[in-house]
DNA sequence: AATGAATGAGTATTCATTCAT
DNA sequence: CATGAATGAATACTCATTCAT
């Protein structure tokens, strides 16, 4: 019985061909990677995928987008869901999931946004509102909360939420550029976040 | 027929390209920019280019090499020229150095390497050999020294030298994608120093 | 669940489908005009369209016959039913009937067929056979009892029918082409028409 | 001796180009030409097509252009030349060359104006204005001449100069789709003079 | 009969690289 | 040395047509 040459799957081909090119892209970048290559792994012609997404571009953001949202979605339930301390939240639920992001397929977006980001500004600008803004405003008011209740000191930490992911970007980044010569990225977090917390306090280290 | 007063010489012509090849790959990116595009930047023909570099990809390799080399000689000056403690060291040049790379052109050669450096491996290792290990090594040795001479305690900073560099290359990047939200990054960099410190140190902060 | 109450017809499909496909023609030009549009416009699935048609090809002929005949039929009612003298006739009925052809869709045939009627030279055959040779026939015959009757003088006009309807193929070009400065399709008809029929008669105009 | 890959020839290449793409044109109309035929016509890589036509349609305005000068200027120079009656002029010089259209790229021309035009209406304009609109002004002056110096009544035709056209358009395209069914159209030309010339002296055919 | 998801051949255009001059 | 005319491989996207449902 041969295989049919067709198959009807209208729901399933989005994610499909979002996933085939996930990984194109991880593998090769963007701009390196051919439209049909993404058809041929996502097991599907040329012409179906362009039914789908009217351009590479918009693939790509749609790659962006399918990827992005149900990690923010995860965040934000973990965030919802806590009724710790703030030391203890971000020692806990937050560090875990910042420490599985270097090695989850959020780093290859991470790439794809530093060397495809200026060339999609609205990409850009729904990343901005959609992960970074959201994010840096959780921890802001993750922070606020620490200090109101008498956990941290206010620091000049309050505005710079940044200081919590920027080990979790350079990490990335280091980890792609430099595979092998890459330090443990958890521990790296981790340190990060112990010099954050005891600044914040006030203690000694 | 005069000879023209100031005739460009022979020799400052790879130099002249490479300038032009920054130049152009900051505003445009390594794919996006033609070589026909650097050659008239840099006031030559196509074929002369092609003299001086083989391929597109070489010319790539020297823009790399040709805008790090000064500034890691330029470090490496400065590092021997010293005779501070080592907090003074990293509070003062140190900390100055740094702060020049998110508004020079090492920014665009990080993104630059960001988009581009898998697809040279060769690059990337002569970068690591030349550039990041030694700044690595170099930090360890202050650390290090730092740690004999009674200023700091050891800590797991001495093996992870990397957390001066991060908030350099969290700068460079996020003003890169996000201009116009990017936060004082002189400030942030400031204070991963003041943390790192205070952590060595053992004091409160 | 009540039966729609005027349900398409089976029989009424293909006129559909031809008519949807002129006004397709007419905007963008055979080429230009995409299978799935006309379908759309028909209201009706492309796999339908392809049940009823074999290729757009066959589409395209289709159109031609189907908007040709009618106006076929017409024109040779009018002939059959006049008992006139010829100069009347041509004047009357002729002319009344010429004049409406530059507004109406046959003038986009006329476009269709300079277009694309090469590449189909069968189609070009039964257009003569059924369209262009009949025309002219019978307004030799036309002419020719006008000689016999004593209205007219033999001229070379009996031989060249064609002088009647050229005013009709350029006007339709004239107007697609200079919409804007398309002199009065009309009155270049008439005076033509004035010219041919003064000269057959040998009258002063 | 091997025949050199490369040629250098700027001055010769455009018109080696458009008279390729004339002839490619010619037979399979504009649409169905490809860019690398017309290449491989001319002799030429597509690429160099690409270097002095940015696009597809700058060559095919560029065609039209190349075509079309030459004759506006011989025909510009035939009415500056001439020292005759108007009625000399009409059926000497002005029908010579008239009859010589049918059977020259013009009648391309024409048929490609007709397909294409209306896509180009740039092009469309410039032809209005260099062509058609230069020869019909150049028509009303001369009969305009002719009434002044009494050779001519005032007729319909001072506005309708299109009456002198008419048979060329008409004979292009009948050719074009009926080749061997066409009647000899400078015959047909030259009938329509008469008639027009007739009219306008008011005498007997 | 009817649908529209799926196919894949076909094409304009770009750009790194070469080489006659 | 220096030029830039010339090459041609590479690739995003379209659309007539087919076929599983």
Redo the contacts with the bound molecule.
């Keep these: 019985m041969p295989e049919?040459?067709?198959?009807?799957?209208?729901e399933d081909?989005p994610q499909e061909i979002t996933d085939a090119a996930m990984a194109a892209f991880a593998e090769k970048g963007y701009a390196a990677?051919?439209?049909?290559d993404v058809a041929k792994r996502a097991?599907?012609?040329?012409?179906?995928l362009?039914?789908y997404f009217?351009?590479?571009?918009e693939l790509f953001k749609a790659v962006v987008r399918s990827f992005v949202v149900p990690r923010i979605d995860e965040l934000s339930a973990i965030i919802d869901a806590h009724e710790m301390s703030s030391e203890a939240f971000l020692r806990g639920p937050f560090l875990d999931f910042v420490k599985t992001l270097p090695g989850s397929p959020i780093s290859i977006l991470v790439r794809l946004m530093i060397a495809e980001g200026p060339k999609h500004p609205d990409l850009l600008e729904w990343y901005w509102d959609n992960v970074v803004s959201r994010g840096l405003s959780a921890l802001t008011v993750l922070v606020e909360r620490g200090v109101e209740n008498g956990e941290f000191r206010p620091t000049v930490v309050n505005e710079l939420p940044h200081l919590f992911v920027m080990p979790v970007v350079f990490s990335v980044i280091f980890k792609y550029l430099f595979e092998k010569r890459c330090p443990d990225t958890d521990k790296m977090i981790e340190t990060q976040m112990d010099l954050l917390i005891a600044h914040m306090k006030g203690d000694k280290t």
């Design positions: 049919p040459r067709f198959r009807r799957r209208k081909r990677t051919k439209v049909e097991g599907v012609s040329k012409g179906l362009y039914l009217k351009t590479k571009e």
